[in-house]
């Protein structure tokens, strides 16, 4: 998709009956849950026989109608994860290019503990995620909805440490950047029937990753010996020892 496509998508257009202002997102809402099902195919495509594809199989023509809202996620530490590539539409709600930035960006501080939650089992189960956000109303941001999906992917060295994923928010951007709180998450197996990893704080606890996640316990430093202290350690030997 042309820059000028996606532009046209984003834009507003004049009604030519009498000039009203109507958004092209308002012609089909249905369209979020279109390009998230649209994208959930294309990975279910990619697997051919295989739990997860591999991370060189994705290609931006097979996401076209999501293109603008995908992005790619790189696993760089237990529940953290960066983007490789991002769609415009995530460049729009950032104000800024966030090649590079972490996920956890687009949340609010309070929200960003239950991602990286949510996100460890991802890469972990490995499983997949849909939350649901929404971006509370405050001066010059208008209150705006969105939805993220995440879709595990393995990289060149076959672990599981990429993801595809997409981020539709609606409603007007206002001021950047624009944030969200996570409200709600729905996980996946990516084989029926497998068991499901609830994300919970226990989920960054892994076994090797236990030790990131501990806090160090601080211990006072050993005082020095009292004369008295010594001279209890040594007992007097008697003739009939």
């Given at each position: 998709?042309?820059?000028n496509?996606?532009?046209a ?45 591999a ?19 790189e696993r ?9 590539l ?5 460049i729009?709600l ?16 309070a929200s ?6 949510v996100?460890?089992?991802?890469f ?14 405050d001066?010059g ?18 672990d599981?440490?990429?993801a595809l ?19 709600g ?40 010996e ?16």
């Amino acid at each position: 998709m042309s820059d000028n496509d996606a532009s046209a998508n984003q834009s507003e257009t004049t009604a030519e009956n009498g000039g009203q202002v109507l958004r092209m997102v308002d012609f089909n809402p249905e369209q979020p849950a279109r390009i998230l099902s649209d994208l959930r195919d294309y990975w279910q495509s990619l697997r051919q026989g295989r739990a997860i594809p591999a991370r060189s199989d994705v290609e931006p023509r097979g996401i076209r109608t999501a293109l603008d809202h995908a992005f790619i996620l790189e696993r760089i530490a237990p529940g953290a994860a960066r983007f490789r590539l991002a769609g415009r539409h995530l460049i729009d709600l950032m104000g800024m290019e966030v090649r590079g930035m972490p996920v956890c960006s687009f949340l609010n501080p309070a929200s960003r503990g239950r991602l990286s939650d949510v996100l460890e089992t991802v890469f972990k189960a490995p499983q997949i995620a849909e939350l649901r956000l929404s971006g509370p109303a405050d001066y010059g941001r208008p209150a705006m909805t969105g939805r993220m999906l995440l879709l595990p992917l393995r990289s060149d060295l076959g672990d599981v440490t990429r993801a595809l994923g997409c981020l539709i928010a609606e409603g007007e951007v206002g001021m950047t950047p624009r944030r969200f709180d996570l409200v709600g998450e729905r996980v996946s197996p990516v084989i029926d029937g497998a068991e499901v990893m609830v994300p919970s704080p226990s989920a960054r606890g892994f076994a090797d990753d236990a030790a990131p996640w501990r806090k160090p316990v601080a211990t006072a430093p050993a005082l020095p010996e009292t004369p008295e202290e010594r001279r209890a350690r040594f007992r007097v030997i008697g003739h009939d020892d």
